[in-house]
Each structure stands twice: as C-alpha cells, then as structure tokens.
C-alpha cells in the first residue's frame, strides 16, 4: 500500500525547473524546482534555493552502483551486474531488496538531513535491460514502491524516472514523473496516467530542437526541457 506523506511538497502540474547534475549549480534561474545530485550539492546550496523561492529534488541513482560515490564500498560484490553504458556505473541486483535497504536508507537519510524536499530515483527499470541479473517485473515494483514508501516516510515527495512500462501500477506511489526522450521514441502517451491523476510530468529530450517537440509537450501538459546529455546548466525550456 502508498505510504501517505503528509505536509510534503508536491509540484504542481505546470512547474518551471532546472535539472542539473555535473558542474556547480547555477542558481541564478527563477524556477520553482532544481533536480540536483543529492551527493554532490551541499546543505548550504540548498538552503540557498530555498530562500529564491526554489524547491529542491535529490537526484539518486536506486538501479546502479557507482563507486564515485562515498558508500561505493557498502555495497557487496554479489549485487552488481553488468555495465548500465556509463564508466563506472552497474546495475544493481534489486531482488537483495534485503542488502540494498540500509544502503538506500542512508541515501534517503542523507537528503532528509541536507534539506532537500523531494527524490528522483534514477536506473529503476533494470528489469527492462540487460543487467546480468533475471530481474522480472514483479522485482521492479517491489523495488520501485519500497523507493516510493521509504521516501514518503522521511517527508520527501517522490518522483518516477523512466519506468513507462509500470506506470500504470506505481502512479498511486509516485507524486510526478520524469521521463527522458519520450518525443523521440513516440511514447510520450504513456506518461498521460499521471497527469490525468494530477501529477506533474517533467521531460527531457537531448536529441530535439525544443522547436520539434515543445509543442506537443505543452499539448500534453508536460514541463518539458532540451537538454545537452552532460546535465550542466544549458536548458531550453518549452514553457
């Protein structure tokens, strides 16, 4: 069952942001909401965004092990799998929901303390790729609403990334979504769940000029963005 969150933050349907994962934040934008790196951007930084009128996602990778990251080293070697495409990264067996708990806990803890007001839970469709595990989709959602569950219960509002093929069962879990290249693979009607419930969703096209895409986006009430793949902070937004 969806663990309520009383008193979250929960983004509106039509939400401005700034999603930006490498390099040091440009606060200087006038969004109502940043996605940045939850590891990498310290409490002041979102204290800071706080005061300009900003709330502030936690972006985590959930499905991949990265061992840039401090608690690379908490992580046993029977749980990583197969390279996800990115240097450094592996998938992550979820079915060991009983090792990658306290590990994903602290992460939660750690967004919690620095103040951040929401999560985005990154690589949580491994069931869909080849990871090296036989992960089912049954795995996935237990995985995924654990994420969803785990985040309600610090007070941080949760939002789905990627994912489409489970949508449908986690929209109740999840309070927006984030989608990349949706406009380029022709699914962008998939994610129409969570807007008919009133959900904001947030996309993402690299590949696009905002020309080619904006128009369908704001057609389906998205808060959409070009984006370059690095995540610095070049954005063109659609609305």
Not at 102 to 122: N, Q, S, T, W
Request: contains cysteine; negative net charge.
């Amino acid at each position: 069952m969806p663990v309520p969150c009383p008193g979250c933050w929960v983004p509106a349907i039509e939400t401005s942001w700034q999603w930006q994962l490498q390099g040091p934040v440009d606060t200087s934008l006038d969004v109502d909401m940043y996605d940045v790196d939850g590891f990498e951007v310290p409490k002041g930084v979102v204290a800071g965004l706080h005061a300009d009128g900003s709330m502030v996602v936690c972006y985590l990778s959930a499905g991949s092990w990265e061992r840039w990251r401090p608690d690379a080293g908490r992580f046993p070697k029977r749980v990583l799998g197969r390279s996800n495409g990115w240097p450094g990264e592996r998938w992550l067996d979820v079915r060991r929901l009983a090792l990658l708990r306290p590990i994903m806990e602290r992460r939660l803890d750690m967004c919690a303390r620095k103040g951040f007001d929401a999560v985005e839970f990154d690589n949580v469709d491994g069931y869909a790729n080849r990871t090296g595990f036989p992960l089912s989709g049954a795995d996935q959602l237990g995985y995924n609403v654990f994420l969803a569950n785990a985040a309600h219960r610090r007070g941080l509002s949760v939002l789905l990334k990627n994912d489409l093929g489970q949508i449908r069962t986690l929209v109740p879990y999840f309070d927006a979504a984030l989608n990349e290249q949706c406009h380029q693979y022709d699914e962008c009607n998939r994610l129409d769940p969570f807007v008919d419930a009133g959900k904001a969703v947030f996309g993402v096209e690299y590949k696009l000029d905002a020309a080619e895409f904006c128009p369908a986006a704001n057609a389906h009430d998205f808060n959409s963005l070009q984006k370059r793949f690095a995540l610095g902070p070049w954005r063109v937004a659609c609305r």
